[in-house]
């Protein structure tokens, strides 16, 4: 960058979603703390790779020391990737890695599988037997089904203890259970409208699969509209702040805590030191990325799955 | 009759569009209960001298003046608030919308009330006798329901349903830019002897027309127009059709004295 | 005097006896279908009315009391009561030959300031409602301005405007989301549009109610008052109507000032659909809104059409949407055939006023 | 014989001396601004090229070489290719008055077609491409044929078309993307318009090239030959064109075909740029080319404006994009000022039309 | 004449527009070299007749004969191939393009070589010479340059853009629906004069009108028509304007011998 000054980018999936809010805020604090000048970016919607694809050309044409970024879709900007290593940028991927993940020097992410496991295990754990006959309602991301969608909802029914059928497809398992998928956009509206739409299909639904918490925040609406809020249990993933007090407020069961503050702030000071010395951040053993870590949240832990509490969760939250 | 102050003036005006002058500091007027005919080639400006006169453009120069009050009028609704109504040559009508809707378009009847004076509700029984009665007025209407749409009209038809809302609503000057001339024999007569009748209710038209024989029929004086701007005046009694023609084609010069009238 | 100044032309003296009576066109087809096809003309809602009808019936019979629930019904009216609205405001606006690609925009615009005045600034909620709404005017008011008065195209007007609003959304709101728990215990006034009533197993929101009134009270406005038949005769040919007298500035600057009102009032329904004030809400409003608006047969080049087709087309996307869920289609086959219905609604409609004129 | 029936009536005798000359109007205003206005008016692409290189310069003054680079001025053009190429499309259809909301959808779906059918079936490279093309015009023969035969307004047929054939090419691909490393290896025509050459400190790719030659050979048809004068004559005054004897049916459905086919290439393209194939591609390029075209002075009511405008309309946002970003504004700033830019440039165009009419 | 074979010929003809009946089983027959006008009050069906004959509209029942043939036009460009050149009475002109874009619209002529063979580029001087040359033969036109907007034009202008293309490209018939109505003095008597040269080239000419001198004046047969269909059709020898006026409004019953006619 200009003056000697190192430059780094942020280059998020959307700036809308609080998740990735919170990554710029993570990433913001770090920059200034270490003095490095940081350009955050930007898709449009969730799925616009092609605008990912521009704001890597602009860093590059910024000159910029390193590059962290949130893929969405994790194979198609893959060619710019190699682009910006090729002109000596050092290239992060956060919370999903690419595909393949070593097109990017290093990867600090959660597995998405993973939080979505975590989730149908406490599910199928707090259930217990009735797990057997219980039945599901999944409310997935958009009908363009990106990798973030696709990898919770088959981590969940994994969780869970469905058979999946192609793990890169929702939806297309055929366990009765599933009472159906419906698509919410992410948001409090999608959340609601969907979850009316399955349980007009099957108003008995007890369990909730939601892509993040404010389309768990519309179901809970919902059901609430019927009276069932308190015998329905809502899981989610992504933990953030609202998300966990809405754990501590029953509205949630569980949610799987993400860490997108940690990531961006170990991202920028990997960029930092790349820019120092040319480090290249080294991988989590026996892992191909740097686990940051997932957590599950809840109020009521399950035997045989890992969670802590919200008041942990809360501390946490986003950090 | 030059004597008495116009009612309705135009002084020096002028308008171009573009590279085009289509008024060129051209001088107009109208005295009380006269009919003013309007002659001029194709594209000599005669539209743009009425519109401009009634509001309906704004004249890049010059000024209008009513009742010898000068009047800047912002909008064709602001002139016939002063009692202009026109006539323009491409109608102005909403073809979606009813007969009776159009010939009250702006200046709808509400109905008496509390529907009419807190709900705003309109007086459609009044309207549409009022209309009706109007177009029975001029005869040539051979129109079945008064809430037909316009666009169902032929070309004809239109052309009274206009004739007849100026003629309705006119207090002070009519303005008819070329109203016959899509129609018929039967229709252009009746149309003429409207606008007898409204002369003789003391109302002063303008009209514009290529029908010599019609303006010479009709007109106390002519008014002939010619490369953006009044050539002359003359009266039909002083001239012959021959005469008119030729002054507004160019084919003779305009006899001096009438070029200042 | 000139020779010709005679009374009349001399070949027209023989019109005195002409024929006066009105052309009388026999009409010579008969049956049943003229007849529907002709009343299906003179009101054009009915098209959309019909296929609702007709909608409602089929997936009745395929789905049974699953779908011909008062439970089931309602809930799509509750489903459809955000487009429904935002549909309303769009209907004013296309019947004046524009459109308005800020209407999701404005709405979501109109509940973060709700929201936020409430509680970012403390402001009690009936004011902090009061400037959601005046924000939703404004935005319909610039819109309007630079349509009328600059005599820019709608099109690039409102979708400039759907940029900004939605940056500046995004921008006040620093993407925060206000709680449904936060919202009910300090401020559950701005959740008023969701509460609820039943009737029988009928489930009313003050929202569904406010969508149907206000679509029955504009429908009354458009035809009833002065307002209205200028609205269509601006659709119908500004020019014309500006010529006969009516002020289109005017009239089209309140338009989309009543549109921008009408889609704050969106904005307060839809926090009380989801409980919370959400910036990212109502992203697919302006697509939404004018597929109701087209399948309810207002034509986009204005002037013609009725209000209540919207609500009836809002509701036949509803009807659609939920009846293919519970056929078991799943999501991309139901956007897949929404696709279809949207082709298929307005060719029939093609049709019916072709055959009938 | 009746006594009219003379040679010419007898007011008409003096016509023979009447003056032949042609109605001269002296233009007595003067001066470079009205010169400049009037350049502006016969030349309407005229207005975004000079917004296009003001911008340039400004954005060049406030960042030195870090924009006014070869690189970055040509990574500007590599950027905009896609929407320049969706654009060209979107203009075609544009000035025949229709709309086409399906670009975005056509494109990704030919792209898709191109790469499964290698991968999925293993067709070899070439024929895919032919497939993928074909595939494009295809869709763009429904959408014309739509339009044209059963006259449903393109708005509608292209809403939802784009929502069919987004939703086939999510259900068709089942939301596979073929990475770009199988591509390079096994297909690497696939990713032909991603080849680059550089000449000095600029790079071009061959999608640029086509983009550029695509868009010179456009305005050469338009300009040049009956066919593009007939797209001109639809859009001005579709009757009034039928009338004159042009073969309005069949000039719109190769209006729309020729649109899909571009949208194809553009998919093309869109592979090359991106290395590999994702269904989730273009999901914006609806308002994305339609702004493009707009900022580039195509009026939305048809038959005015040249497709040349597109081009520099697809670059204003590139470079507005491009030096906003440099300068350091964040994402939401961006959209805000671009939203600014659209009504601006507009309002821009306007003022020279009107002033100078 | 009658004994010839018509040239252009309509049998039986109806035309609905939903419940209005524009055609009601109306006959017409154009004979080789004659300038037929037709005549009739607004809304009698005029223009629709006219279009049905030179394939604007398709016709609900009946035939159409060129030559004796049946021909089944599709479209007015169908019609023109076959030599029929019709200015409709709403023009028919694309407002933007120039007047040489125009005059040529669906006939244009390319250049020769590989340019105009392979990369069909347009002959622009060609068409704009040809254009010049057919608007000075007109003589009526006050235009400065061939390559102005039409939209740039006035009502008698564009008017007469329309006459010179009829009359230019028409090989067999020439159809004319009210092409003076718009028109001044001077502009009228030229296109009248255009419509006897082109007769005197031996082509038949459909001239529709509301003006009975004009009609009088230059018809070799009128056709009258009354309530979508042909009441009789009548020369001009044998009755006067008085006559046909009377018929087309119903004032006079038609001779029953002429009815057949
Ligand atoms: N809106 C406009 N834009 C550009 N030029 C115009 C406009 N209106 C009129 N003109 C031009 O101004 C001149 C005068 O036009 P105007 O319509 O006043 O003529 P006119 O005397 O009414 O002709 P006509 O007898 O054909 O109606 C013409 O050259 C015309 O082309
Ligand atoms: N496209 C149309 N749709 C509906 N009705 C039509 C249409 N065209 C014509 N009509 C109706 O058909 C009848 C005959 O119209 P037409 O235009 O043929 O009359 P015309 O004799 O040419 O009249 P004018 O002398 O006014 O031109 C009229 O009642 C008219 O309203
Ligand atoms: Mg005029
Ligand atoms: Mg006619």
Redo the contacts with the bound molecule.
Sequence with gaps: GGHGMTSACLITKTDTNPFFVKMKEGATAKAEELGIELKTFAGKIDGDHETQVQAIETCIADGASGILITASDTSSIVSSVEQAKEAGLLVIALDTPLSPADAAHATFATDNFVAGELIGKWAAGKLGDAAADAKIAMLDLAVSQPTVGVLRDQGFLSGFGIELNDPNVNGDEEDPRIVGNDVTAGNEEGGRTAMENLLAVDPMINVVYTINEPAAAGAYEALKAIGRENDVMIVSVDGGCPGVQNVADGVIGATSQQYPLKMASLGIEAIAAYAKDGTIPEPTEGKDFYDTGVALVTGEPVDGVESISVEEGTDLCWG | MEQQQPILQGKNLVKR??R?V?LDHCDFELYPGEILAVI??????????I?AVSGAVTPDDGEVLLEGKRVNFHSPLHAREHGIETVY?QLAMSPALSIADNMFMGREIRKEGFMGKYLRMLDRPAMEKFARQKLNDLGLMTIQNINQAVETLSGGQRQGVAVARAAAFGSKVIIL??PTAALGVKESRKVLELIQDVKSRGIPIVL?S?NMPHVFELADRIHV?RL?KRLCVIRPQDYTMNDAVAFMTGAKEAPDELVAA | MSESASKGQDYESSLSGASQSVAQFEDTRKGLVHKIQHALHVTPSLVPLIVLLLSIVVFGVLLGSKFFSPFALTLILQQVQIVGILAAAQSLVILTAGIDLSVGAIMVLSSVVMGQFTFRYGIPAPISIVCGLACGTLCGFLNGWLVAKIKLPPFIVTLGMWQIVLATNFLYSANETIRAQDIEANAPLLQAFGWKFSVGGAVFTIGVVFMVLLILILTYVLRQTAWGRHVYAIGDDKEAAELSGVQTDRVLISVYMLSGLICAFAGWAIIGRIGSVSPTSGQLGNIESITAVVIGGISLFGGRGSILGSLFGALIVGVFTLGLRLLGADAQWTYLLIGVLIIGAVAVDQWIRKVSV
């Design positions: 569009y573009g085009v289509a001029g080639d194709n594209g000599a400006g005669k539209s743009t001298l519109k040559q830019d070329e514009i290529h127009h953006g």
